[in-house]
């Protein structure tokens, strides 16, 4: 359903205004927070590159939070745990991990490039408001420049 927007009063046009606003907000946060997942995805796909054969054995720090580390040993190069969910992890293989990453990363993306338009028609829909308004309050003004300049 198409609405003429110079059809609406002024508190109507505040109010889809508002509205669009919220969208827009809601939209701009869904992006962002699709953005930090995928950048978790593509580190923990890029920090598999340090599995190879030369490195086992070798020594290594290991996360227990985010500020504090242990010292241990990088036993297996082969085989990783996978966070995928609500608490479950799997046992994977490299490259089965890489794949399992790829696909998440390639999933938000896409999700993200759903959002995007969306976004983009919100946001000109707001212009559009803000455009009426500003013409409506021209009128306003005008209408009462003249009204007073009659009533002198």
């Given amino acids: 359903m198409a609405v003429n927007l110079t059809e609406l009063s002024l508190p109507q046009l505040e109010g889809l205004k508002t509205q669009l606003e919220q969208e827009t907000e809601f939209l701009s946060s869904s992006i962002a927070q699709l953005k930090v997942v995928q950048t978790k995805y593509v580190e923990a796909k890029d920090s ?24 241990g040993t990088l036993n297996d190069v082969e085989h990783v745990l996978v966070d995928v969910g609500t608490g479950y992890f799997v ?3 490299v490259e089965d991990s890489k794949e399992f990453f790829k696909r998440k990363i390639d999933f938000l993306t896409k999700q993200i490039e759903k959002i995007q338009p969306a976004l983009q028609e919100k946001h000109a829909m707001k212009q ?8 409506k309050l021209q009128q306003l003004h005008s209408q009462q420049t003249s009204q007073s300049g009659t009533t002198k």
């Fill in 48 to 71: 598999l590159n340090v599995l190879k054969k030369s490195n086992e054995g070798k020594e290594l720090l290991v996360p227990l939070t985010s500020s504090m580390y242990v010292p």
């Fill in 91 to 93: 046992e994977k293989n």
């Fill in 128 to 135: 559009a408001v803000v455009e009426v308004m500003n013409m």
